[in-house]
Every structure is written in structure tokens, then in C-alpha cells.
């Protein structure tokens, strides 16, 4: 009788609901992620390791020329640097909290809700992470690469040593206002990437180094546009808001402080380069939506 009752209880109990559906699309999700990783990890690793090679056996040719170049320069970075003015650290973390916290509770009430909705500023934060870091490592590439390429060194240096200041100021910031979990994984690689941008253009010439700060900056713009509408449409995070402006503000001056010097210094952009910047840009965009999902 009891193994029965037994067996007619295990009949009778029904089976968990499983969504076939929702399980594939994450897993496809996850998979074009991990492949879309492994691809950047390559190619980043191949191109650091010839940049690094390349600049290991070339000689050191840099002059005083550059030094007293340099020294020649303005202090444009106090003028210009926006993220240098005071944030409400507390302040925007706790409106990050409350904006989950709110998005959370209206997905348990209208479970239709899309999960890329709730993790849409995490993704964000996740890719400004990344960009930050990668636009340090572009300053830090091109600085690496004047050393042995003296006409770069007397026309760009000081815009690099200007510039590198405001980005790192960027990266501080979004590292001490975004949670733990809205952080890249994948820091080494944005670290090479971005010191390989910095440094092959500059290889080449500081027309092509500027070149490249322009369409990067090109792109960065218009990434923290895309995160400053929402978030001003939304009201909730004005503080949030108010440094994601002061770093898009930043930038700006970069791409137009790039075209400046090189103007200045009698270089012009052709076809190539313009072709080139549609490359930057492009990679920047699919850089950028990697580290959303990594």
C-alpha cells in the first residue's frame, strides 16, 4: 500500500516548467560572447607582441628637441579637464543602488520586463570601465613609441602628457563609483589593445597619432551621449549624470585639441586616414559592446 501511495505521489507531482527558449538564447548569448573574447585576446596578444618586438630593436633616436618642445607647451590640463571638479562618490553610488532597486521591483511585478533592461547601466558602466582603461594605455603606448620616434616626440608629446592626466582622472572616477560587478573582466586585454592604438599610429607618424585621437574620441562621444540622454529622460541619477557629462566634455576637447596641434603643425588627414578612422571607430563600437557582456 505504501509504495503505492509512494509511486502514485511521484505520478502525480508535477514536473518543473522548463524554458527551452530563454535557456538556448543565453546560451548562444554566452557562446558569442566567449568566441567574440577569444578573437580580441588573440589579435590583441599577436599585435602587442609585434609592437613590443618592433620597439624592442629600434633605436633610440629621440632628441632634446622634444624635451625643450615640451617645455615650451602650456598647461592646458587644469583649463580643460572637466572630471577635475568635486563628485558625490556616495551620492551616485547610491543612486546606481536605487535604480536597480527600482528596476528589480518592477520586473517582479511585470515579469515581461526585459533582463537587458535591468542590466542596461551595469553593461554601460562595464564598457566606460574598459574604455577608460583603454584610452590610459593609448596615451601610454604613444608615449612609449616617441621614445624612439623623435618627430612624434617634438610635435605630440606634450599633448599625450596633457591628455593621459584627464583620462586617468576618468578611470578613477567610474572605478570608485561602479559596483564591483559593473567592471570589465577582460582589463589586461583593453590594456594592450589600447596601448597598440597608442603606440603603432605613433610609430608611423604624429599625423597618424592624432589622426587616431580623433576617431576615438569620435566614438566616445557619442558613447556617453547614448548613456546621458536615457539616464536625463529617466531623473534619477543627476549626479551620475553630471560626471558622465564632465567626462563626455573632456573628450570633445581631446578630438578638437587633436586637430588643433596637428593643424598647427602643418599635417593633413587623406583618404587612408579617413579610412582609418572608420576602422577605429568601428572597433571602438564592437570593443566597447565585448566588455558590456564580459
Not at 118 to 130: C, F, I, K, N, Q
Not at 140 to 146: E, F, P, S, T
Amino acid at each position: 500500500h505504501s509504495f503505492a501511495h509512494a509511486r502514485s505521489s511521484q505520478v502525480l507531482q508535477p514536473r518543473p516548467k522548463v524554458n527551452r527558449f530563454t535557456d538556448t538564447r543565453r546560451q548562444a548569448r554566452l557562446r558569442d560572447s566567449v568566441m567574440a573574447t577569444k578573437k580580441a585576446i588573440a589579435l590583441g596578444v599577436t599585435g602587442g607582441v609585434g609592437c613590443l618586438a618592433t620597439l624592442r630593436f629600434l633605436p633610440d633616436t629621440s632628441s632634446d628637441v622634444a624635451t625643450s618642445v615640451l617645455n615650451s607647451q602650456p598647461d592646458l590640463h587644469h583649463q580643460h579637464c572637466r572630471a577635475d571638479q568635486e563628485f558625490d562618490v556616495a551620492k551616485i553610488k547610491e543612486e546606481i543602488d536605487r535604480r536597480r532597486e527600482r528596476l528589480e521591483a518592477r520586473k517582479s511585478l511585470r515579469p515581461e520586463t526585459s533582463t537587458s533592461t535591468t542590466r542596461w547601466l551595469s553593461g554601460e558602466l562595464s564598457s566606460d570601465h574598459a574604455g577608460e582603461t583603454g584610452a590610459v594605455w593609448i596615451y601610454k603606448g604613444a608615449l612609449d613609441a616617441m621614445k624612439v620616434r623623435s618627430q612624434s616626440a617634438s610635435i605630440a608629446r606634450g599633448f599625450a602628457l596633457d591628455h593621459i592626466q584627464a583620462e586617468q582622472r576618468h578611470l578613477d572616477l567610474i572605478e570608485a563609483v561602479a559596483p564591483s560587478d559593473c567592471r570589465t573582466r577582460l582589463v589586461p586585454m583593453w590594456k594592450v589593445a589600447g596601448w597598440m592604438l597608442g603606440a603603432i599610429p605613433t610609430l608611423l607618424s604624429p599625423a597618424a597619432f592624432f589622426c587616431t585621437v580623433q576617431a576615438v574620441e569620435t566614438f566616445v562621444e557619442r558613447h556617453y551621449l547614448e548613456q546621458i540622454h536615457p539616464l536625463e529622460a529617466e531623473g534619477g541619477c543627476p549626479e551620475l549624470v553630471r560626471l558622465l557629462k564632465a567626462c563626455c566634455e573632456d573628450e570633445v576637447h581631446h578630438k578638437e585639441d587633436a586637430a588643433a596641434r596637428a593643424a598647427a603643425a602643418g599635417l593633413t588627414f587623406g583618404v587612408i586616414s579617413q579610412l582609418w578612422q572608420t576602422v577605429v571607430i568601428g572597433g571602438s563600437a564592437a570593443a566597447a559592446e565585448v566588455a558590456r557582456r564580459v
